[in-house]
């Protein structure tokens, strides 16, 4: 399984009502390329106010048609080494914190076990 998070931006709207439509519209072409969307996460901490994160999880990478005024700040990939153990959907309200930092890949099996 694999999870994409791609940071994504609005141009030409100060506000995520925008982004949060176009990503809701495409989550038919998501779902064609044999993905879900884990959740889509707006500004809090962190991001501006027209960007937001959209997490994808599926057996392989997708590629999206962004509107001509949204933009792909980054797409990262990752496999899961020991969470989530099961891939659906967030279902808990909240705040979710993403937090993003390098590691020595020698010592990644010491990190994931923590």
């Given amino acids: 399984m694999r999870y ?3 940071t994504l931006r609005d141009n030409e709207n100060p506000g995520p009502r925008i982004l949060l ?3 809701e519209n495409n989550r038919v072409l998501i779902e064609d390329q044999g993905n879900q969307i ?3 996460f707006v ?3 962190g991001l501006a106010t027209n960007e937001a ?3 994808t999880f599926g057996e392989d990478d997708i590629q999206l ?3 001509r005024h949204l933009e792909i700040i980054s797409c990262r990939s990752f496999r899961p080494t020991v969470r989530p153990t099961e891939h659906v959907p ?3 309200p ?3 914190v993403f937090r993003w930092f390098s590691v020595d890949p020698n010592t990644v099996d010491e990190i994931a076990s923590l």
Avoid: D, H, M, N
């Fill in 53 to 55: 994160y959209l997490i």
């Fill in 65 to 67: 048609k962004p509107s």
């Fill in 43 to 45: 500004s809090l901490l």
């Fill in 94 to 96: 909240g705040v979710y």
């Fill in 38 to 40: 884990f959740g889509v």
């Fill in 4 to 6: 994409q998070i791609f």
């Fill in 90 to 92: 967030a279902r808990e």
């Fill in 21 to 23: 439509k176009t990503i």
